[in-house]
């Protein structure tokens, strides 16, 4: 049973950090990247405390607890204003990233 339940927490925390990382990919805002961070270093964790439920149980539990604190990821900017529950459960997002990113004018070009 124990091992159901880290099973259980790291496919969750492995999900939310996928859905992180295709809004990042969509937006480019840095908090969901930080939030992406965050949920592979957790799923690590996870992943550890999965494997020392054999041995300890409780302390395997701890570990996996102690994961899902660290894949807390606080203040984000608000990205869906029109989205339906399953696109918002997708991450499917309604800004996408501006080009501002590109360079406007490029060298050894004639104006």
């Not at 908090?31 to 957790?42: E, H, W």
Request: no cysteine.
């Amino acid at each position: 049973m124990y091992l159901e339940i880290a099973m259980l927490a790291y496919f969750v925390v492995l999900f939310l950090t996928i859905r992180d990382i295709r809004i990042f990919k969509r937006t480019g805002y840095i908090s969901y990247r930080k939030g992406a961070l965050k949920g592979l270093a957790a799923s690590s964790l996870i992943l550890i405390g999965a494997i020392s439920i054999e041995a300890k149980p409780e302390i395997g539990l701890l570990i996996v607890l102690f994961g899902l604190t660290v894949n807390r990821k606080g203040a984000r900017e608000p990205v869906f204003t029109s989205a339906g529950t399953l696109d918002r459960f997708l991450g499917k997002t309604d800004y996408v990233k501006s080009n501002r990113l590109k360079r406007s004018n490029k060298k050894g070009e004639k104006g």
